[in-house]
């Protein structure tokens, strides 16, 4: 009687554990990303993947578009050596703390210094630490000015060279327009990376800088960039923004522009194609796009930014991680994200593309700015230093009665403690 159950429980058990018909168990490769906002091109690129390695299925996870909390995300997993995360989206900024901390597989064996050379040098640069190469260029960005172009004839206004006379044009545009929506200025100043990214042009143009990376010391408390700070909080957010610019990251801060709010817009290159869709912005046509102003006899800076794939050290499938990098990095998915997206690819070669360069006639101008654009400082210690950088930041364009002196004092010395970190201690 006994054998009888065990044959039936047997018998059930097999049925319960065999394979469905036809759907033979598939590898997976798994890759954290960010919602694009074309996502079509990249699902249409996952597919041809799929379908050139038959049996694979790329799972996705969505994180957050905010650099700031994919970071999060996206360490949380690599503390956790989470097996089932085999590549990643990467911030310029990171290869440096992920190469450190051992959770970014080195990929020379795979990107050779021949297949690098075809790539941009600033992000091939920021993807390095201590001489290996850990991640592939995706796309690249930089900081940009957007206008309304229309508005700016209108009234018979230049487009701006520095940031004073930004000010002075927006006010004058407002001052005649007597539109009680719009505002002068558009960009990033919610406490983030992004928030870094924007004030460090400011700092930069006006000939200041974030830290010494030779001395180790924040250079915050110094007097350029103090006055640049101050610009920014007095005449840009004081006197031709509004305080609900202090919650926009790049998504609010596009929106307002595209709405038809904003005058002059701060943001990277993906943004000139959804202002210029009729389908969703109201002000298609109309919007021009330049360099970053600077200020009186100095130039103008933008910051270096874009994003990476990276592969992680504790994934189990290096080589499909690899082949999948590739995929995604080559010349045609690029040239098809740049298409559809409008965002600006790394391989050198595709800004002689002659069907790229007609869909994107900026391009070619893009790239002197990309050249020009300033990396933020490689450190392992990136992250804890930006933190402190965005809580500075972000109390003073708050608080306009705080004390610019005393919190530039304090975000110097905290910075001061982190930068500590890297200096060569002698062997006790
Ligand atoms: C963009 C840039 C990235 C930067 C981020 C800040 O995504 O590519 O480098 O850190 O904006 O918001």
């Given at each position: ?82 097996p089932k995360l085999d590549v990643f989206f990467m911030d310029v900024i990171w290869p440096g703390e992920f190469a450190s901390a051992g959770w ?94 924007n004030m460090m042009e400011y700092i930069l143009a006006n000939g200041g800088s974030l830290w010494d990376a030779t001395r180790l010391v924040s ?73 970053l102003p600077g200020f009186p006899g100095k130039k103008g800076a933008a910051t270096l930014g874009g994003w990476q794939l990276g592969i992680s ?116």
């Open positions: 009687m006994l054998h009888v159950k065990k044959f039936w429980f047997c018998l059930a058990l097999i049925f319960v554990l065999r394979p469905a018909a036809g759907s033979a168990a598939k590898t997976e490769l798994r890759l954290v990303g960010w919602r694009s906002e074309a996502t079509q091109v990249w699902d249409r690129a996952i597919a041809d993947f799929e379908r050139q390695n038959p049996g694979l299925k790329v799972v996705r996870e969505i994180g957050p578009s905010s650099s700031t909390q994919f970071h999060d995300l996206l360490t949380q997993k690599l503390k956790n050596r989470d970014a597989l080195p990929l020379d064996r795979y990107f050779t210094a021949a297949e690098q050379n075809k790539f941009l040098e600033a992000p091939i640069l920021a993807n390095h630490y201590r001489q290996h190469v850990f991640g592939v260029p995706l796309f690249i960005d930089a900081g940009l000015l957007y206008y309304r172009k229309d508005l700016l004839a209108k009234y018979g206004f230049p487009a701006p060279r520095t940031w004073p006379e930004l000010v002075e044009t927006a006010k004058k545009i407002l001052a005649r327009e007597r539109d009680p929506d719009l505002v002068g200025f558009s960009a990033q100043f919610k406490q983030y990376e992004g928030l870094v990214c250079t915050l408390d110094q007097p350029r960039a103090l006055e640049a700070v101050r610009f920014v909080r007095d005449r840009i957010i004081g006197e031709i923004s509004h305080r609900g610019i202090l919650t926009y990251e790049e998504p609010e801060s596009l929106a307002l522009f595209t709405q038809g709010h904003a005058i002059f817009h701060r943001n990277w290159p993906y943004a000139w194609k959804i202002a210029n869709d009729s389908e969703t912005s109201k002000i298609a046509g109309k919007v021009g796009m330049m360099p050290r504790f994934s189990t499938q290096p080589e499909l991680a690899w082949r999948f990098v590739a995929f995604m990095t080559s010349a045609a998915i690029q040239k098809r994200i740049a298409l559809a997206t409008g965002r600006a690819p790394t391989r050198r070669a595709l800004y002689d593309d002659p069907e790229l360069l007609d869909a994107i006639p900026q391009l070619k101008s893009l790239l002197q700015i990309f050249r020009q654009a300033v990396p933020r400082p490689i450190t392992p210690v990136y992250i804890p230093l930006s933190n402190i950088m965005q809580r500075y930041f972000s109390s003073i364009l708050a608080l306009p009665d705080a004390d610019l002196l005393a919190r530039a004092a304090l975000a110097t010395r905290d910075m001061n403690r982190v930068l500590d970190l890297l200096r060569e201690r002698p062997p006790s």
